[in-house]
């Protein structure tokens, strides 16, 4: 469990299929009826094709680091422990660019282009979090 | 190519800037008004058109240039609009005002930015945030990005920043040097909020950092003023009280995707545009007020202009040649990294001052063309404005 303090994400009707899966250990993004692109975060229409099919679809949790900062204001008490803590945008193997943290890597060794797959972290009894891991 | 209005701004007013607190953003704007009106020698009967950029304390602001105009007892406009495309505002204000004169549904029109986003330090015995109750203290950490600490717009663009170092090799000394030359002309700037603080390259790489790899001085001040323009017919602005400042190009550009991707600014279009009306090259402006919310957005800027190749904006810059006396001069007042933070209006403000002639200790000798951007969002939006004297 990580400090309870940090802000923990609504479950929303947007949001529920994705966090739903990760509760489950297993990476759930959209992906487009029509088209097939998948999408995230959570999205109405397709911006490729405007069709408004959707479902969600597993994907490998495989990506690469596309970029990084490392933090080092407190924006929320939550992260006053963990300051300078890095966020990176990780860019799946399908497509999408997602917003998340890196475990077992110290910030300083976080490099663009660097290979990751996704790992699962339970941050309340209702909540898991998507995060990633060198792979 | 073949709309080229001849249109001029005729006034300019601008408030005290940086920790004004003695009124709010609706009193800023008017005030601002007054004096772009004083400065142009008119009366509020005079102008038939009113268009405002919100600034955050206007919450939404939707019906602001409505709310304005109340506050201003303006009558009989025939031209009202609030605009908002982030940092691209200022210049797409100017080019809406010039567009309407230009098709004879305005004559005389204020463009207007304000805001009061700084609050006055309160005294010290009162309680600060730690004990309030933290939910609605931090209301606005909803949402997944919260969850893994990624807060506001600095931690977005410095990710974008971070790509352009790793593709191009640029460098926080080339950051730097974008920092270090803004200062030295804010401190020859009597408006700027660091008027008196020079800052060395040794202070930048000693300043705090924010969201690596942007420091403290990375990024652009926050400030409480207003900021407003007077736009009119070049015909009419001859009758003003001060020398018509001539737009001879503008142009637009708002790229989409995803920027991250492509590290380049709706300059590219916007500055082509603007280039082609105004019939010039990038060898034939003299002064460049760019929108400056961070260090970086000027060396992308530069690249996307066609200053120089693109990847290459840290070395083009390395050299000073934007410092005072350099070569080309950039952000001539300090920008809003240095000198106050009036969204794209200040560069629109310091490109005026320059082609008037009236920059004082900081005045570029032989100033008649100067290139204006605004750019918003994470170089999502862009605007461009060629001004000149002649």
Redesign the interface.
């Known amino acids: 469990m990580t400090d309870p ?6 479950i929303t009707p947007q ?1 529920a299929p994705f966090l739903e899966g990760a509760k489950r250990q297993e990476l759930i993004i959209q992906k487009c009826g029509e088209c097939g692109t998948y999408r995230f ?1 959570p999205r109405d229409l397709c911006s490729a094709c405007l069709s408004n099919k959707s479902a969600w679809a597993k994907v490998s949790g495989k990506g690469i680091v ?8 407190v ?3 939550g ?1 006053a422990a ?1 300051v ?2 890095a ?1 990176v ?1 990780v860019q799946l193997d399908e497509g999408p ?1 997602i ?3 890196l475990v077992g890597v110290s910030p300083r060794n976080i490099r ?2 660097m290979p990751v797959t996704a790992v699962f972290e339970e ?1 309340s009894d209702e909540v898991t ?1 998507p ?1 990633f891991a060198p792979t | 190519m073949s709309f080229t209005p001849n249109i001029a701004v005729a006034g300019l007013g601008i408030t005290n800037q940086g920790k004004v607190y003695d009124r709010n953003q609706v009193g800023l704007a008017v005030e601002a008004v007054r004096l772009a009106l004083e400065d142009a020698g008119l009366e509020r009967s005079d102008l038939d058109g009113l268009l405002l950029n919100p600034g955050l304390s206007w919450n939404d602001g939707g019906m602001g240039a409505f709310q304005l105009q109340q506050a201003l007892n303006l009558r009989d406009l025939r031209l009202s609009a609030t605009m908002n495309a982030g940092g691209a505002t200022a210049c797409a204000m100017i080019q809406h005002a010039a567009e309407a004169i230009g098709a004879g549904l305005a004559h005389t029109v204020a463009c207007v930015f304000s805001d009061a986003p700084l609050k006055p330090p309160k005294p010290k015995d009162a309680k600060d945030g730690k004990g309030s109750g933290s939910a609605s203290a931090y209301a606005f950490a909803g949402g997944l990005d919260a969850a893994y600490g990624m807060f506001g717009i600095n931690a977005r663009y410095a990710m974008v920043a971070q790509r352009h170092m790793h593709l191009y090799g640029t460098t926080n000394e080339h950051l730097g040097t974008v920092a270090v030359t803004q200062r030295q002309w804010a401190n020859r700037n009597p408006r700027a909020q660091f008027q008196d603080a020079p800052l060395t390259m040794e202070e930048y790489h000693r300043s705090r950092w924010v969201a690596e790899p942007f420091h403290l001085f990375d990024c652009c001040l926050v400030s409480n003023g207003g900021l407003a323009v007077i736009v009119t017919s070049a015909e009419r602005a001859r009758n003003m009280s001060q020398p018509p400042v001539r737009i001879l190009g503008m142009g637009q550009g708002h790229p989409g995707g995803d920027p991250m991707e492509t590290l380049t600014s709706g300059a590219v279009l916007a500055g082509t545009q603007a280039f082609r009306m105004a019939g010039l090259e990038t060898k034939d402006i003299d002064v460049v007020e760019l929108y400056d919310c961070y260090t970086f957005t000027v060396l992308v800027c530069l690249e996307d202009y066609g200053f120089c190749k693109k990847g290459e904006g840290g070395p083009f810059i390395a050299d000073g040649k934007t410092a005072p006396g350099g070569a080309l001069p950039v952000n001539t007042g300090g920008g809003q990294l240095s000198s106050f933070y009036m969204w794209g209006m200040t560069p629109v403000s310091e490109a005026i001052i320059q082609l008037r002639g009236e920059g004082g200790e900081r005045q570029v000798d032989d100033a008649h063309v100067a290139l204006v951007s605004g750019n918003g969002g994470i170089l999502s939006t862009h605007s461009t404005l060629i001004l000149g004297n002649q």
């Open positions: 303090q940090k802000p923990i994400p609504a949001l975060p596309f970029s990084f900062t490392i933090m080092h204001q924006y929320h008490p992260f963990e300078p803590y966020v945008l660019r917003t998340s943290n663009i282009g941050v979090l995060k």
